[in-house]
């Protein structure tokens, strides 16, 4: 950015804080200053870039967020990190790739101040790692020196959730009509499903989709640690994480939200990703007749229940592997592993449903639908609890045996 922008830029600042202009609400207002200040400013016309150019540049470093505005718009962008100033990715269609903008340090600690700005949320030395969502629903991860070597790390997930129902999952390939189908059939009856993969592979855009499934006379509460989920239902409470402030205190965790929303008359909960010891507190509300979902980080449906197995012990040491089995057994009906693939296809790749049974403190699970390239093919799994699926009239024991 030449000498002469930036003294534009300047120049429009000034005249936003005197005219009391709201650069992130009159964006129009704010292009026909920056058309105006450039028109009278021959050295910044004289730049490469065309008169547009500069005014979308000019207002996107005001209003938005910069050189990586035209990014955050890019449809086909999914998501954006900074390893070094020099150094910045995108991901498209899954897979990664080197872009031409450059930024300075101190130009990418004045992106991370203004994104944290709206979330009310911050980054220091005392706290070096912060978790915030943007405007437009994308999910901000920032880790800054000395934790990082040098410079610091970005990450922006954009919240591009394009197939919000399981049928727009169909149509892009993410599973067939018939697994969908069975999916959908198992959220209308009250089955406690887990959604698990690696990271980009889809669990938050599937697991939107099956919450979206819910009977429409039931009350919903997601928890969230940052608002993902965007779910099509008309009851609905969502709620998110909050870190302490400068004190060390009011600090909310995932353990306190799932037994407030235990108070709040839910029909189903929801947990947007279970990664430490709230998965016991999930556990627990699952098991007493609360139906709900999640997501996990796994390789496998059988990884899945691993985890779930062990997360439970870091809440305390009196939870043990003989408490844990038996009501993860209980608790836990489908486990659902979705996988990004080499080509930048995410897919549902299992589809397993526990026993309800346990032995040597390890819950059983039985394949229902695995992916063998073409289609599904069909596991030794039986239909988990078909006595729900018959109380709802659905004649699934056409597809599985009971």
Same mark, same amino acid.
């Given at each position: ?53 500069? !005014? ?51 130009? !990418? ?294």
């Amino acid at each position: 950015m030449s000498g002469a922008v930036g003294e534009v830029i300047q120049e429009v600042r000034t005249r936003v804080r005197t005219g009391g202009i709201s650069p992130h609400e009159e964006v129009i207002e704010l292009r026909h200053m920056v058309e105006d200040i450039l028109s009278q400013s021959t050295s910044a016309a004289s730049d490469n870039e065309s008169p547009q150019e500069l !005014v979308e540049q000019i207002a996107n470093h005001i209003s938005g967020f910069g050189l990586l505005q035209p990014l955050l718009d890019d449809p086909s962008v999914e998501e954006i990190w900074i390893n070094e100033p020099g150094r910045i990715f995108v991901a498209r269609n899954g897979k990664s790739e080197l872009t031409s903008v450059i930024l300075s340090d101190v130009e !990418v600690r004045g992106l991370v101040e203004r994104m944290l700005a709206s979330s009310g949320r911050r980054v220091d030395l005392s706290n070096p790692f912060v978790d915030a969502t943007l405007p437009d629903g994308s999910r901000l991860h920032v880790a800054i020196p000395d934790i990082t070597r040098k410079h610091w790390s970005v990450n922006i997930r954009k919240f591009i959730m394009g197939s919000k129902s399981l049928e727009g999952l169909v149509s892009v390939g993410t599973l067939t009509d018939q697994a969908a189908a069975f999916l959908q059939a198992c959220v209308v009856s009250g089955l406690n499903i887990v959604v698990a993969g690696a990271t980009q592979a889809g669990k938050t855009t599937l697991l939107n989709a099956l919450v979206s499934e819910t009977p429409l006379s039931q009350r919903v509460i997601t928890i969230e640690e940052v608002f993902e989920l965007q779910p099509r239902v008309p009851d609905l409470i969502q709620m998110q994480t909050r870190g302490p402030n400068l004190q060390g205190d009011g600090e909310i965790t995932l353990r306190q939200l799932i037994k407030e929303a235990l108070r709040m008359r839910p029909s189903r909960i929801i947990i947007g990703e279970v990664r430490q010891a709230e998965a016991l507190d999930l556990l627990l509300a699952l098991n007493s007749g609360l139906p709900g979902m999640g997501t996990l980080h796994a390789n496998s449906a059988r990884d899945a229940i691993t985890k779930l197995q062990t997360l439970p012990l870091l809440a305390g040491e009196n939870i043990s592997h003989k408490f844990i089995a038996p009501t993860v057994a209980s608790a836990i009906d489908l486990i659902v592993h979705v996988s990004l693939d080499s080509h930048g296809v995410r897919r549902v790749k299992e589809v397993a449903a526990l026993t309800g049974r346990y032995e040597n403190d390890r819950a059983e699970i039985e394949t229902l639908w695995q992916w063998n390239g073409t289609d599904y093919e069909r596991g030794i799994g039986s239909l988990p609890h078909p006595e729900k699926f018959s109380a709802i009239g659905l004649p699934l024991t056409t597809w599985f045996r009971p």
